[in-house]
């Protein structure tokens, strides 16, 4: 089953130019490495050359995972999203049972970053919050047991 990826056009691009960074400056510098790590002689028992194969490895693996998430991707209009209830694009004020009040963008799961407040769909807060409006109260199942939070506001 192809999993398709959703993205703002910003997300998109943000990942259009990863891409283009790692193919070109990032190869670049792995073959360097590699190149360098072999001219210490005996690979067998060279750690440098080990160490540049794996980040070569781990690059590629990279590339071809923005590459199928590009290739899946679902752009949406974040100018067309309704406030009326929570979707993915919505940003949306929460309080917990403390009276914390908490904003997140929901995104898709490429686009997550909980330091910048972007939260998955597939996340338990996020996908809790899809679908209900302002006012009601949603329940989140974590591991340290059920949260509870209000929604305050949904805006773009």
Known sequence: MIQETLLTAEGLKQLQ???EQLK??????????IKVARSYGDLSENSEYDEAMSDQAKLEARISEIENMIKNAKVYDEASLGTEVVHIGSKVTITNSK???L????????QANPREGKISDECPVGRA????KVGDKVVVEAPAGAMTYKITAISK
């Open 99 to 101: 009276k914390q009040k």
């Open 24 to 33: 070109t400056v990032g190869r670049k510098e792995a073959a360097e490495k």
């Open 103 to 110: 904003e997140y963008k929901i995104v898709g799961f490429a």
């Open 17 to 19: 130019d990863e891409l």
């Open 129 to 132: 919050l899809l679908g209900h």
